[in-house]
């Protein structure tokens, strides 16, 4: 269930929403539904500034209805689940951490150890 919801909520977000603040590149990383399927956690990431995501979040939000209602004629649900928008932090702290440990690497490589006879 979940996966297909994020799916559909992916092609309604790239092509039926027109709100400038979605223009950058949005990507949904997970969709966590509560037993129940009365919410859904939509968790997403943008490849673009700290304020350009926190724009995305709002239209998101601002979108939530549109999008929830779009859902309900595409997938035969009971209950449709109420849409709460999350970022992403963990794909940019993974790309952090990757730089990070690069660094050490290099700087460890790059050491002289004394051992070089």
């Not at 559909?8 to 990383?29: A, C, M, Q, V, W």
Request: hydrophobic content about 40%; proline content about 3%.
């Amino acid at each position: 269930m979940a996966e297909q919801l994020r799916r559909e909520l992916s092609e309604l977000i790239h092509g039926e929403l027109k709100d400038p603040r979605l223009s950058g590149f949005i990507t949904l990383t997970d969709v966590e539904v509560s037993p129940d399927f009365r919410h859904a956690k939509v968790y997403f990431t943008t490849m673009s500034s700290e304020a350009q995501s926190a724009d995305a979040l709002a239209g998101l939000r601002h979108a939530a209805g549109f999008l929830r209602s779009q859902v309900a004629q595409r997938i035969k649900l009971r209950v449709v689940p109420q849409l709460h928008f999350v970022y992403d932090e963990s794909v940019e702290r993974g790309v952090r951490l990757s730089h990070l440990i690069d660094a050490a690497t290099a700087d460890a490589d790059g050491r002289d150890d004394g051992n070089d006879r």
